[in-house]
């Protein structure tokens, strides 16, 4: 008996974008399941960095629709993603090297208590070691972030897809 698919956590059904001169996506197609491990595959210039900028609100989309927990939704700007509870970890990405890991997933969005940081909330939450970005998993950027378990206010972290060499994107 195989188990079951996890909740549908959001569909991207037909989706579309176009730049002048370029149809970089047409009629695209994504689900993403609670509980299950997604990859985005293809080549250079396939359209994986367009359509999660679309998911995050960087970009809107310019025909489909979106669901989130199997509701419609509109996405207009990374504000309207990240209250649906979802961020973005760009492959292009410096890490403040004297900053902790925690500091780096919160840059910007640190939580508070009154006026002061809430450390320990934020500790909490980054899954924290204390340790500067440079020393925790070889000081690798996307590693360093993925590990943490919110960011920039989301609750899910959707890496955005790079390849094969990571210094070479």
């Known amino acids: 008996m195989s188990p079951s698919p996890g909740k549908v ?60 927990e199997g509701k419609p939704v509109e996405i207009r700007g990374p504000q309207d993603a990240q209250a649906l509870g979802i961020s973005t970890i760009y492959q292009e990405f410096n890490l403040a090297r004297n900053l902790t890991v925690a500091e780096n997933i919160f840059l910007g969005h640190l939580p508070r208590k009154g006026l002061a940081v809430d450390w320990a909330q934020v500790k909490a939450l980054a899954g924290d070691s204390g340790h500067p970005g440079r020393h925790v998993f070889g000081g690798h950027p996307h590693f360093d972030l993925i590990g943490g378990r919110t960011a920039a206010g989301g609750d899910r972290q959707i890496p955005e897809p ?6 070479h994107g």
Do not use: C, W
């Open 162 to 167: 790079q390849d094969s060499d990571p210094d």
């Open 9 to 68: 956590l959001f569909e991207m059904k037909g989706i579309g974008k176009t730049f002048p001169g370029v149809k970089a996506l047409e009629g695209v197609n994504l689900t993403v399941r609670e509980g299950q491990v997604h990859a985005l595959l293809g080549e250079n210039g396939a359209g994986k960095s367009t359509l999660i900028k679309i998911l995050s609100g960087a970009y809107t989309k310019d025909e489909g629709q979106i669901f989130f």
